[in-house]
């Protein structure tokens, strides 16, 4: 491994710190998990001590995660998303149809798509941790946020916490896109909540 492909030890404790507590877990309950010592663990976090590769991968693996989320190197080229070769996923409970335009990397927090929304669909009510951001591209919808209703057409944007209840249904009989910004937990490893859009 040359020097331009080390990890600093302060970057790694800090990504493993930061995904503890996205996950909401101690320090004493992520050690039970991987078989490392408090005093250990802490150490890692504050960059004064650097695990082995086995041992990254005993704290990976009680996160939930790949080792490779911790000594994989991105190049400039994962970041883009070209429009004619962008993934689209749907999922089986709903009629939203997603376009991904967010990258994956160590430490991302933001995530991004392009949802394609059929007429007539109406979604649950929503209420998690994170924040979103909507821009509506084309078409419109009405959305219900801590009980207040507000129509948004093509160029209107809508910034909220994700802990207020929201909730939303595409407006007349055209479908509407729009992009989708957040921070959402479960876009970054965890199963606690939907996607925006996802039914049941």
Not at 79 to 96: C, E, G, N, Q
Not at 144 to 157: A, N, P
Not at 182 to 195: A, F, H, I, K
């Amino acid at each position: 491994m040359n020097n331009a492909d080390k990890i600093e030890p302060v970057r790694l404790g800090q990504l493993i710190r930061k995904c503890r507590q996205q996950r909401k877990l101690t320090l004493q309950a992520l050690c039970a998990e991987a078989g490392v010592s408090v005093g250990y663990l802490s150490q890692v976090e504050r960059g004064n001590a650097t695990p082995s590769l086995g041992t990254l991968a005993q704290i990976a693996y009680a996160l939930d995660l790949g080792l490779d989320y911790f000594v994989a190197r991105p190049r400039p080229g994962d970041f883009v998303t070209y429009a004619d070769r962008r993934a689209k996923f749907s999922l089986s409970a709903s009629s939203v149809t997603y376009e991904t335009l967010s990258a994956e990397f160590p430490g991302q927090e933001l995530s991004s798509f392009i949802m394609h929304c059929p007429p007539g669909f109406e979604s649950e009510t929503f209420q998690h941790e994170g924040e979103e951001l909507i821009y509506i591209l084309s078409g419109s919808i009405e959305k219900i946020l801590d009980g207040e209703v507000f129509t948004l057409r093509e160029g209107d944007s809508l910034h909220y916490n994700g802990m207020t209840p929201h909730a939303w249904k595409t407006l007349g009989d055209v479908p509407a896109r729009m992009l989708w910004t957040g921070s959402l937990v479960v876009l970054q490893g965890t199963s606690q909540n939907r996607l925006p859009g996802q039914q049941g």
